[in-house]
């Protein structure tokens, strides 16, 4: 599903086919899950192949490599060109970019000496997902802020997004609202949460969550079209039956929820602000004008 015999990834300096990449067993990454990554995505528009927000998430992987003490070396801008070279040389557009940077032979647990920067791509379809989610509170809480760097996307934190989502799948739900540890709502096992009220838009502070990329652009979305947001701490009974609700991250984008709990949100979801903010994102990513969504804001109340 990820590469067959063609496909090409980048290592260490070098293009090289996927079959042929090979890495140790002895590595901190591997037995500590001490590494860093990220999810990016490309999309075909009518500019050409373009990496959405590419200098904003090496820009966090490099801030990631930097809180966990991971030497790293590669500049942003280097990046962004290795990538749109890669995605050329797998005639991709439409795809998921999945960089890591992991770390050499050492069973210590003292710091990185040396990392490699993988980076992956593969073939993403942009289609929407049809059906709204079910969503349930999950039993697990996100990583205490005390014990790790929750804003570094590191790969050990996300043991605890497989524990969240993997119990929520059992129990019948699509996904997990995960909360912090003082019970107010933080995110989900891998996107952030936003809900609607009053015609206002919440979501969760910086402090306890993976403060997104894509977080930031409804922000963006919402000062260009006037609409009201609100970064707070809310407990899941606020946000359980609010007007509506929807998850956002690089590769989700912006996936409405239709019930919490089994509590459905209150409005349909064509009727909400957070509907129109599902269309400027689509807008967004592939360089076209949203600024019409404007007018249709006075329907929307
Ligand atoms: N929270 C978590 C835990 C995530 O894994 C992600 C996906 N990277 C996000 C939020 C959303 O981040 P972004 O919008 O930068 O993809």
């Known amino acids: 599903m990820y590469y067959n015999q063609n496909t090409i990834l980048f290592f260490d300096g070098e293009f090289i086919n996927a079959q042929n990449a090979k890495t140790d067993l002895y590595g901190q990454s591997l037995h500590y899950g001490y590494a860093v990554f990220e999810g990016i995505k490309s999309y075909k528009t009518s500019n050409g192949t373009k ?41 991709l557009s439409n795809a998921y970019i999945r960089p890591l940077v992991i770390c050499s032979p050492n069973m210590s647990l003292s710091k990185g000496k040396q990392s490699s920067l993988v980076i992956e791509v593969w073939n993403w379809d942009n289609g929407y997902l049809a059906n ?63 809900y609607e009220k009053d015609n206002t838009l919440f979501t969760a502070p910086k402090g306890n969550i993976l403060p997104g990329i894509t977080r930031a652009t409804v922000f963006e979305i919402c000062d260009q079209l006037g609409i009201q947001y609100e970064e707070k701490f809310s407990t899941p009974e606020e946000m359980r039956g609010s007007d509506a609700a929807f998850f956002c991250g690089t590769a989700a984008e912006i996936v409405a929820l239709g019930s919490m709990d089994e509590v459905s949100f209150a409005k349909p979801w064509e009727d909400t602000k957070a509907a129109l903010i599902q269309t400027a994102y689509r807008h967004l990513v592939l360089e076209e004008d949203y600024s019409y969504l404007k007018e249709r804001l006075q329907y929307v109340s």
């Open 51 to 91: 990496i959405f927000k590419a200098l904003e998430h090496y820009e966090r992987l490099k801030r990631s490599a930097e809180l966990m003490m991971i030497p790293f070396e590669y500049s942003a801008e280097e990046m962004m060109e290795i990538t749109y070279r890669l995605l050329e040389k797998n005639n």
């Open 132 to 194: 709204q989610m079910k969503v349930m509170t999950s039993s697990f809480q996100r990583p205490n802020p005390k014990a790790f760097k929750v804003e570094a996307k590191v790969s050990g934190h996300y043991v605890n997004s497989i524990l969240a989502c993997q119990e929520a799948k059992d129990k019948g739900f699509d996904e997990a609202i995960v909360l912090d540890e003082n019970g107010f709502v933080a995110e989900s096992s891998g996107a952030n949460v936003f």
